[in-house]
């Protein structure tokens, strides 16, 4: 179980945050909707995890690529979903799974690092805002009370904020300098060589703590621990997982595979791990952006700008792939390479937390992304 | 006072908090002329290549009476032995030499590995100390450049032992003489001759080559490494005009010029048994007869004296002069030199006939070395240094300097080819690199606990240059120990 001494606090809440310390008893907050965010660092290719199948340039694009899905769950009439994704497609079949495609941050560089910086501050450019949108969001739910938690050894950009965020790591992760790496990260924004130099390291440091470890065991331990936490009456009730192994730029049919293996893991161990709270849970899946529509010379994609997002849980309304599709032949790629956006992913993500935590979905949009507070959260993603 | 600044860091190793601030920068490093030490007290106990060359020669010894008490069995497993003279028809004469004659040969070599290790562990420690407490870093900087410029590259097992003698006695008393004197010291140092193989050189045509070639038995020749490096990286500089030919001629006028008693020194017979190893030593019997012709000048056929005229010529040379100017340009006023600079420096070279002091005080009078922007990424080993010094360390554990800068990616003395490790950013300024410097400071600040105070530190380490971004993320770090890891890889730490 938990250890405490891997506890990390950051805020005096924390602690009680996680129910851990029984002398502190808190009230139950007002909300019981549980809202969880996987972000996947370093870019996942969209199209061959919901690939568009059905799309007539999609094969000659993607060659080999194009036989992962020949035995794939047909979604729709377009897409198909990555075989690897087992539970997921159980979901969706159960109408719990939501899909988003050709959806895009504001972001349009192709710097990870700057890329996640803007999905997870939720501004129109890397560093534009200070804080997440995940912190902001604390701001706005029904019950003052809810608390946020961050299943890795260091809070994520997304849930720093003036709001007490926890979080908890297992063990086995390196948590020492975690801090200071965040620091050294700031220290360096304004160093264009530092800066470049810095976000490759994190980068790779990241790529060893990714979901595809141990066969996917990792992953579904970390699914299971999310939901630990989550669950209890007085647990927390926003968590944050990070996963990384997404920048796939060769060997990709393997890797993906692996990888999409272990999200499948974890997003199943953390549905069995709530148990009946399934009903007020929501998953959100996305990525910093997406990767190049043809396949590289090295078996595998590079940056790109639109990918995938996931929604899933036991109030939402799935079973559907929302997209307005911009085709994969090459005239209708974005900069002759990318799949191109043709949603706003923070319209996706304010609408998601908009109806599944009952806010006013303008008052969600203003304060999760405020730089885009004039483009409408898309509604009807719950029941 | 921004060119302070400069002076302690560009120029100097970095500040110590002990230390006072110059107030006259140019005059400070000017006096480090006179205040620069050849031999400091750091290195006082360090063992000299004479000693180190006797344990060598004592080890060589050994082996050889192991390998002759093993028997005829043991010598032919152990020494080279010609194929032909192994019956095929007794295949058990390959055998390895009996188990204790085996494990005495191992415990032997065990030894001799330890013992230079334990003079390259000691050399390594001295330098650092040297750097960490001497009152002229800008003329340790000069020592560290030259080492670098005259590489040689502790791998063997010969060269681990005597690298650190190499920079005590051919770089360190030249450092402020002329050219030509540091090129002849390293030119005839054992650690170079055996490095680039030229102790090995024979002349094919010379009295010992002849005498092999007689036997038949096998062939021994000119090796060109030494005499191509001296043209290529020691002097004139690489695409300079010389061609293959003057390398071979020059290579033929080298021969003789070796070092007794080392196994990689002297061949065999041609030994000179009344020297002390370790000594360098012209062999006559080696050097191949006759007049050379180098870069188009003529070299009558002589002794010590016609390789010595070559050098002499290249020590003067214009290209040296530019390939010196452009180097030293490079490491003070950035990875791109600039031309003016450059030309300042060649012609204070050419026109003192390499007095490195008037080459140092043109480099001195060079606006373009005191430019305000960072001009270089600090190596590994200026990092060190630089962390070390502004800790307010006055020695370290030689075991833990080697280890950080092996982790650091540039092991002392141990560039692994002769061109020396590369002075350019690209080299160093990599992401896992940066990576390494951030757990190391926090590693040391670790170390440092809460004695020293980074708010105040900083300011006194870039006088006047301290960045408000470095400042507001000291200030706001979450314990001193982290603001001092903030600062040791803050950006103008890591540059200079």
């Given at each position: 179980m938990i250890d405490r001494r891997t506890l990390i606090r950051s805020g005096a809440a924390g602690l009680a945050a996680l129910g851990l310390a029984p002398r502190l008893a808190f009230a139950r907050a007002e909300t019981d909707k549980r809202f969880v965010f996987i972000i996947q660092r370093g870019a996942a290719d969209g199209l061959h995890t919901l690939a568009p199948v059905g799309d007539p340039a999609f094969a000659s694009l993607r060659g080999d690529f194009a036989q992962d899905f020949a035995s794939a769950p047909k979604l729709d009439a377009t897409f198909a979903l990555h075989p690897s994704l087992a539970t997921v497609a159980e979901l969706y079949g159960q109408k719990q799974a939501l899909f988003a495609h050709a959806v895009a941050s504001p972001y349009r560089d192709r710097s990870h690092f700057d890329g996640q910086n803007v999905l997870e501050s939720g501004g129109a450019s890397a560093y534009q805002l200070k804080d997440g949108w995940l912190n902001r969001m604390l701001g706005v739910l029904p019950?003052?009370?809810?608390?946020?938690?961050?299943?890795?050894?260091t809070i994520p950009m997304a849930m720093r904020g003036r709001r007490d965020v926890s979080s908890y790591a297992p063990s086995a992760l390196p948590q020492a300098s975690d801090d200071l790496l965040s620091r050294v990260s700031l220290l360096?924004?304004?160093?264009?060589?530092?800066?470049?130099?810095?976000?490759?390291?994190?980068?790779?440091?990241?790529?060893?703590?990714?979901?595809?470890?141990?066969?996917?065991r990792n992953a579904a331990a970390?699914?299971?621990?999310?939901?630990?936490?989550?669950?209890?009456?007085?647990?927390?009730?926003?968590?944050?997982?990070?996963?990384?192994?997404?920048?796939?730029?060769?060997?990709?049919?393997?890797?993906?595979?692996?990888?999409?293996?272990?999200?499948?893991?974890?997003?199943?161990?953390?549905?069995?791990?709530?148990?009946?709270?399934?009903?007020?849970?929501?998953?959100?899946?996305?990525?910093?952006?997406?990767r190049t529509a043809a396949v590289n010379g090295t078996g595998g994609t590079d940056h790109g700008t639109a990918s995938a997002a996931m929604l899933m849980g036991g109030g939402v309304r799935g079973g559907r792939v929302l997209a307005d599709w911009p085709g994969v032949a090459p005239a209708q790629l974005y900069e002759n390479r990318d799949l191109r956006p043709t949603t706003q992913l923070d319209a996706f993500i304010a609408g998601a937390v908009s109806s599944h935590f009952g806010v006013e979905p303008g008052r969600t949009m203003a304060t999760l992304f405020p730089v885009s507070k004039d483009t409408p959260a898309l509604s009807g993603l719950t029941i | 006072m921004v060119t302070a600044s400069i002076a302690l860091n560009r120029f100097g190793l970095g500040a110590r908090p002990d230390e006072p601030v110059p107030g006259d920068p140019k005059r400070w490093l000017l006096d480090q002329f006179a205040a620069y030490q050849p031999r400091p007290p750091a290195l006082a106990g360090l063992a000299g290549t004479v000693q180190i060359a006797g344990q060598l020669a004592a080890f060589y010894d050994r082996q050889a009476r192991l390998r002759q008490e093993a028997g005829p069995r043991g010598r032919r497993a152990t020494a080279a032995v010609p194929a032909e003279t192994t019956p095929p028809s007794l295949p058990g004469t390959a055998q390895p030499p009996p188990a204790p004659a085996r494990d005495a040969l191992q415990q032997s070599r065990q030894i001799a590995q330890q013992q230079m290790r334990g003079h390259y562990l000691a050399a390594v420690g001295a330098r650092t100390a040297a750097a960490l407490v001497t009152p002229a870093p800008f003329a340790e900087r000069l020592v560290h450049f030259w080492a670098n410029h005259f590489a040689v590259s502790a791998d063997k097992l010969e060269l681990t032992g005597l690298a650190g003698a190499f920079e005590a006695e051919a770089i360190r008393p030249h450092v402020f003489g002329r050219f030509a004197n540091m090129l002849n010291a390293v030119e005839r140092h054992p650690a170079m001759l055996v490095y680039l193989d030229q102790a090995q050189s024979v002349g094919p045509d010379s009295a010992y080559g002849r005498q092999v070639a007689a036997r038949g038995r096998r062939t021994v020749g000119l090796n060109e490494n030494l005499a191509r490096e001296i043209l290529e990286l020691h002097t004139l500089g690489v695409r300079t005009g010389y061609a293959q030919g003057d390398v071979t001629e020059f290579a033929r006028a080298m021969t003789g010029w070796t070092v007794a008693g080392l196994r990689r020194g002297l061949p065999g017979r041609a030994n000179v048994a009344e020297l002390a190893p370790g000594t360098f030593v012209f062999a006559a019997a080696l050097h191949q007869p006759g007049a050379r012709t180098v870069l188009g000048r003529a070299y009558p056929e002589g002794g010590v004296e016609q390789a010595q005229a070559v050098l002499d010529t290249l020590a003067v040379h214009p290209a040296t002069a530019a390939h010196v100017a452009t180097k030293l340009a490079r490491h003070f006023a950035g990875d791109t030199p600039p031309p003016a600079m450059i030309e300042r420096l060649r012609a204070a070279f050419l026109k003192s006939g390499g007095d490195l002091p008037t080459v140092y005080r043109a480099l001195i009078d060079s606006p373009?070395?005191?430019?305000?922007?960072?001009?270089?990424?600090?190596?590994?080993?200026?990092?060190?240094?630089?962390?070390?010094?502004a800790l307010g360390l006055r020695q370290v554990q030689p075991q833990a300097a080697v280890g950080l800068l092996n982790q650091l990616g540039q092991a002392t003395w141990r560039p692994g080819q002769p061109v020396g490790y590369e002075d350019t950013a690209g080299s160093w300024a990599g992401p896992d690199a940066l990576m390494r410097r951030v757990e190391a400071a926090e590693r040391f600040a670790t170390r440092a606990g809460a004695a020293l105070d980074a708010r105040t530190l900083a300011p006194r380490l870039f006088p006047a240059a301290l960045s408000p971004a470095t400042a507001q993320a000291i200030a706001r770090a979450e314990s001193p120990g982290q603001g001092l890891s903030l600062l040791l890889v803050a950006p103008e730490f890591l540059r200079r």
């Open positions: 019950s003052g009370e809810a608390k946020a938690i961050a299943v890795s050894a360096y924004q304004g160093d264009s060589q530092l800066h470049g130099l810095w976000s490759e390291a994190l980068e790779t440091r990241q790529l060893t703590s990714d979901l595809a470890a141990d066969n996917g970390t699914g299971a621990l999310t939901a630990r936490l989550l669950a209890p009456a007085d647990g927390a009730r926003i968590a944050m997982i990070e996963t990384g192994g997404w920048d796939t730029h060769s060997g990709e049919r393997g890797r993906l595979a692996a990888q999409l293996k272990g999200l499948d893991a974890l997003v199943g161990a953390l549905k069995s791990g709530m148990g009946p709270a399934w009903a007020d849970t929501m998953v959100l899946v996305a990525t910093e952006f997406g | 373009e070395a005191w430019a305000p922007a960072p001009a270089k990424f600090r190596t590994p080993w200026e990092w060190s240094l630089a962390a070390y010094r």
